[in-house]
């Protein structure tokens, strides 16, 4: 603990973006982890697994910049719906070199190969150094996380196959081969294979005493807003970062890959794209084939059979519906109401139902196109709670003759009963979570 101390209190001077990330976590003991951890919120410590496996200085160092990585590499964002385990052995593998092949000293034990995985997914033990073990293969350089979590999936495949093979005499998998394929992945292969959320904790108990692997929990409770949140600041910290370093004139090449990941986790497609693209789906000017307007341009091309023309007619209805339980008020919602009113422009429906409602319906109006783009300003009625429900049945009960509803909320409230109108929600938030689970969705972050 000593040297951990020490280590911690070292780490602004030495690496202050590092540091700061770690700082702005939650800090929480527990022996959930071998020594240390995080999460999407939070850095977990456990005092004893310090006290038995950091051997001096380095070893302290070592872990706190291996866990700031992490956290900068957004590892427990990028995981989706990869394995936990062999997701964490991946990043590992990527941060321990990275650290290393930029000066950062060795800790005290031994590097943990492929080799070594592939022998522990075999069921064979990995016998631990005398001090402090780390994932590294120089094999893997240059490979991404999302590149070495494939080759560990594939081997984890090949290991399983061999096994049942070796189990059954080389026939196929029997009931016996398939009990045994429960606990296949201790050792080195770092725990369960289950494709799932796996906790800090059962990632430990998995992958016995190695503290090598094991360190992202996927089991924070915070809320998805949090986490958001987190996010956010420690892609701010490094813009911060990569901004000093080339008013110093230094090479920052490192934090500008890091830029340019960020870039590319964020949702490709615009939301106004995708509102438009939604919108013409369900309310675009709807038409019909008839032979009372034959085709004019099949009769100038002399086709010897008469084909039907179109006969194009207007939207009768569409439902707008305000949420005035959260923070509708702000510029967000003013941007995606205009949006709306653009697109209502340009399919002109007959008439516009304009619905406010919280807990229950507040207020409803009959607009004509022309009068709901000359409505600039809003004075919400209500701001109760939030029940989805109520409005929908309102526009089951007195609009279902409606093309399409369109719901703008921060998504929190309940999930209610599907109606009979296409629902397309408009989600003003943060982190796009909407309660309903009926209808379509178009994010709209907040800025």
């Known amino acids: 603990m000593e040297h951990w101390t020490k280590a911690m209190k070292m780490l602004p001077h030495a690496a202050p973006l590092h540091a700061s990330v770690l700082f702005m976590l939650r800090r929480q003991e527990t022996p959930a982890v071998p020594i240390a951890g995080v999460s ?93 073990d780390y994932l590294y293969d120089e094999s893997l350089k240059g490979l991404s ?37 429960a606990g296949d992945e201790s050792g080195a292969s770092g725990g369960s294979s289950s494709g799932g959320d796996q906790s800090v904790t059962s990632q430990s108990q998995a992958q016995g005493n190695q503290p090598w692997t094991g360190d992202l929990d996927y089991s924070d409770e915070a809320t998805p807003a949090a986490k958001e949140g987190l996010r956010r600041q420690v892609e701010a910290a490094v813009k911060a970062h990569l901004q000093q370093m080339k008013e110093r004139g230094h090479a920052a090449g490192r934090w500008e890959e890091l830029i340019e990941l960020y870039g590319q986790l964020q ?4 939301w ?48 707008l519906i305000i949420d005035t339980s959260g923070s509708m008020g702000q510029e967000e919602f003013r941007k995606a109401f205009a949006e709306v009113k653009a697109l209502v422009k340009a399919t002109q429906p007959d008439e516009v139902v304009l619905i406010e409602a919280d807990v229950s319906v507040q207020r409803e109006r009959t607009l004509s196109p022309a009068e709901l783009r000359r409505l600039r300003e809003f004075s919400f009625a209500g701001r109760g709670g939030t029940s989805f429900s109520h409005a929908l049945r309102r526009v089951d009960e007195a609009h279902s003759d409606s093309v399409l509803a369109i719901y703008f909320t921060d998504g929190w409230g309940n999930d209610p009963k599907p109606p009979k109108v296409p629902v397309l929600w408009v989600v003003i938030n943060e982190d796009g979570h909407l309660s309903a689970k009926c209808g379509d969705k178009v994010h709209v972050p907040l800025q």
């Open 40 to 132: 999407g919120t939070a850095f977990y410590i456990n005092p004893e697994g310090v006290s038995k496996e950091i051997r001096n200085l380095n070893d302290a160092a070592f872990v706190f910049m291996h866990e700031a990585e992490h956290v900068l590499r957004l590892h427990m964002f990028r995981r989706r719906e990869r394995d936990p385990v062999l997701w964490n052995i991946a990043c590992d593998f990527v941060i321990n070199r990275h650290l290393i092949s930029h000066g950062i000293p060795k800790p005290s034990g031994r590097p943990i190969t492929l080799d070594d995985v592939r022998a522990g997914m075999m069921g064979e033990e990995v016998q631990p150094s005398a001090g402090l």
């Open 145 to 181: 996380e999302e590149e070495i979590y494939e080759k560990l999936l594939e081997m984890r495949n090949q290991c399983r196959s061999q096994r049942r093979q070796n189990m059954c005499g080389g026939g196929g998998a029997g009931e016996e081969g398939d009990e045994s394929d």
């Open 267 to 270: 949702p490709k497609v615009d």
């Open 272 to 319: 106004r794209r995708r509102l438009a693209r939604f919108f013409r789906m369900h309310a675009g000017n709807k038409s019909e084939l008839t032979y009372t307007r034959p085709n004019r341009w099949a009769m100038v091309t002399g086709s010897p059979v008469m084909l039907p023309g179109e006969l194009r007619y207007g939207v009768p209805k569409i439902v």
